[in-house]
């Protein structure tokens, strides 16, 4: 799921983030939260003038991933893949690192 903010505060980034909490709570699952590295967050900011929000606090691991895997699958989906300014400048800063934090949610309701 997204970090709380939805990353980029849409609207649908924050509601899936939302449903994918409610439905922890109430099977005691454990979250995965992915977010931007503070620095990356600034600067897209800057670039895009998108309120980009930063993933920080305790228990956020860096990550190294394999973007040639993430390319082709996002190949798969135009929508993401065609004429993405931010996403192709987000993967530029990012490198091969993604941020992510595990987050056991407790409390069923």
Do not use: K, Y
């Not at 609207?11 to 931007?36: K, M, S, Y």
């Amino acid at each position: 799921m997204f970090e709380p903010a939805g990353v980029t505060g849409h609207g649908d980034h924050r509601a899936a983030t939302a449903a994918a909490l409610r439905v922890a709570r109430r099977h005691d699952l454990a979250t995965l939260e992915w977010g931007l590295q503070p620095a990356v967050a600034a600067t897209l900011r800057t670039e895009f003038g998108v309120p980009f929000s930063a993933l920080e606090g305790p228990e956020v691991h860096d990550v190294q991933v394999d973007r040639i895997r993430q390319s082709s699958a996002m190949a798969c989906h135009s929508s993401q893949s065609t004429d993405n300014p931010v996403l192709r400048r987000r993967l530029e800063l990012q490198g091969c690192t993604e941020r992510v934090r595990f987050h056991q949610v407790s409390g069923r309701g």
